[in-house]
T-cell receptor, first 117, second 111 residues
Framework: DTGVSQDPRHKITKRGQNVTFRCDPISEHNRLYWYRQTLGQGPEFLTYFQNEAQLEKSRLLSDRFSAERPKGSFSTLEIQRTEQGDSAMYLC???????????????FGPGTRLTVL | KNQVEQSPQSLIILEGKNCTLQCNYTVSPFSNLRWYKQDTGRGPVSLTIMTFSENTKSNGRYTATLDADTKQSSLHITASQLSDSASYICVVSEGAGKSTFGDGTTLTVKP
């Protein structure tokens, strides 16, 4: 396991369609995060899981967005009825909470670039 | 509201030159501050991590400083290379998964 992986890397869809992204974290990392990043901006927090429990959701995560991590390993992010404003890079990160400075060091995946036409 | 502000927004330098990027934050409580490098179309990669007790941290040609009193950090890049062209993001963490990201500084290194 060399790092966080995300699939697909690119997704083009028509407005109104549903899309689902997958994230596979680093093995044994029990925390998993989803971010959205638009051009020229830093990543914006969407949600995070500790094992299978979704512990926090940003207000950016509208009702059209849902994230799951059913077995505490990989996670999926689904966007229903996509809108053009959903076009962005969706980043996944994972971490393994330990004491000390690396308590929440997050390792990022390559991201999924979503384009909504 | 927790905020991380980075400056400049963009920077162009010649290969071999040094540069310094700035990060000011208002995040509280403070756990650690990280600098990431993000190449175009890729996920961020960690460069340095510092807690409040650390004033400086180096990673090769990258040196980060932290002044927890003034809530300022800087990232100094020495002897820049073309491969340093990227966005550099400052991230301040409260701990327990809560992090605030800056919008990054886009660095372009020209030959």
């Amino acid at each position: 396991d060399t790092g966080v992986s995300q699939d697909p890397r690119h997704k083009i869809t028509k407005r109104g369609q549903n899309v689902t992204f997958r994230c596979d974290p680093i093995s044994e990392h029990n925390r998993l995060y989803w971010y959205r990043q638009t051009l020229g901006q830093g990543p914006e927090f969407l949600t995070y899981f500790q094992n299978e429990a979704q512990l926090e959701k940003s207000r950016l995560l509208s009702d059209r967005f849902s994230a799951e991590r059913p077995k505490g390993s990989f996670s999926t992010l689904e966007i229903q009825r996509t809108e053009q404003g959903d076009s962005a890079m969706y980043l996944c990160a994972s971490s393994f909470p330990t004491s000390g400075i690396s308590y929440n060091e997050q390792f990022f995946g390559p991201g999924t670039r979503l384009t909504v036409l | 509201k927790n905020q991380v502000e980075q400056s400049p927004q963009s920077l162009i330098i010649l290969e071999g030159k040094n540069c310094t990027l700035q990060c000011n934050y208002t995040v509280s409580p403070f756990s650690n501050l990280r600098w990431y490098k993000q190449d175009t179309g890729r996920g961020p990669v960690s460069l340095t991590i510092m807690t409040f007790s650390e004033n400086t941290k180096s990673n090769g040609r990258y040196t980060a400083t932290l002044d927890a009193d003034t809530k300022q950090s800087s990232l100094h890049i020495t002897a820049s290379q073309l491969s340093d062209s990227a966005s550099y993001i400052c991230v301040v963490s409260e701990g327990a998964g809560k992090s605030t990201f800056g919008d990054g500084t886009t660095l372009t290194v020209k030959p």
